[in-house]
T-cell receptor, first 115, second 113 residues
Framework: GAGVSQTPSNKVTEKGKYVELRCDPI?????LYWYRQSLGQGPEFLIY????????DSGLPNDRFFAVRPEGSVSTLKIQRTERGDSAVYLC?????????????FGPGTRLLVL | AQSVTQLGSHVSVSEGALVLLRCNYS??????LFWYVQYPNQGLQLLLK??????LVKGINGFEAEFKKSETSFHLTKPSAHMSDAAEYFC???????????FGGGTRLMVKP
């Protein structure tokens, strides 16, 4: 079956612009996660959705970052007033229920470059 | 709070040699432990995980890892490296509600012919 998909695969923007990154999880998965991977580092947790609600957004770095999942499937990560330090690969993952120890399935990521 | 330390950001082995990638974790709750592999320009793929039960866990592509609570370790091994094993490997821990993963910094495995 289809895995996690993310669009766009690459995004180049200018400092100060607004960007939206999309994640399509595996069908039926209620848990959805966003991570950010900077060059040469491991992924860092940003936000976790259980259904339509953000169950944990403690990883969002500041109020320029926001994410939604209005119908409990597709999620959009929104970044306002982008800064060069936002350049990274943004990874989305989903799992069946969000229970501890469940496997998270990752998408290929969106590579964001802020000029 | 949880954390993961992967000792050695780069590991180089010869084809056919033993692969050993080290992972130590810190967790205030019983941990769930994962190893993911990332090939160039691809997403993360699960190699194996420990949840409960047997502490020696076997995964895909001949990899295995052993959970050692007393040493807070979850090292990844493979008896004989193949060229196709060259990739970035990430150890991760979860245990908090919601199963969010905390990753180590990664180890890049290089396999020499």
């Amino acid at each position: 079956g289809a895995g996690v998909s993310q669009t766009p695969s690459n995004k180049v923007t200018e400092k100060g612009k607004y960007v939206e990154l999309r994640c399509d999880p595996i069908s039926g998965h209620t848990a959805l996660y966003w991570y950010r991977q900077s060059l040469g580092q491991g992924p860092e947790f940003l936000i976790y959705f259980q259904g339509t609600g953000a169950a944990d957004d403690s990883g969002l770095p500041n109020d320029r970052f926001f994410a939604v999942r209005p119908e409990g499937s597709v999620s959009t990560l929104k970044i306002q007033r982008t800064e060069r330090g936002d350049s990274a690969v943004y990874l989305c993952a989903s799992s069946s229920t969000g229970t501890g120890g469940e496997t998270q399935y990752f998408g290929p990521g969106t590579r964001l470059l802020v000029l | 709070a949880q954390s993961v330390t992967q000792l050695g950001s780069h590991v180089s082995v010869s084809e056919g040699a033993l692969v050993l990638l080290r992972c130590n974790y810190s967790s205030s709750v019983p941990p769930y432990l994962f190893w993911y592999v990332q090939y160039p320009n691809q997403g993360l793929q699960l190699l194996l995980k420990y949840t409960t039960g047997a502490t020696l866990v076997k995964g895909i592509n001949g990899f295995e890892a052993e959970f050692k609570k007393s040493e807070t370790s979850f090292h990844l091994t493979k008896p004989s490296a193949h060229m196709s094993d060259a990739a970035e490997y990430f150890c991760a821990v979860s245990g908090n509600a919601g199963n969010m993963l905390t990753f180590g910094g990664g180890t890049r495995l290089m396999v020499k012919p």
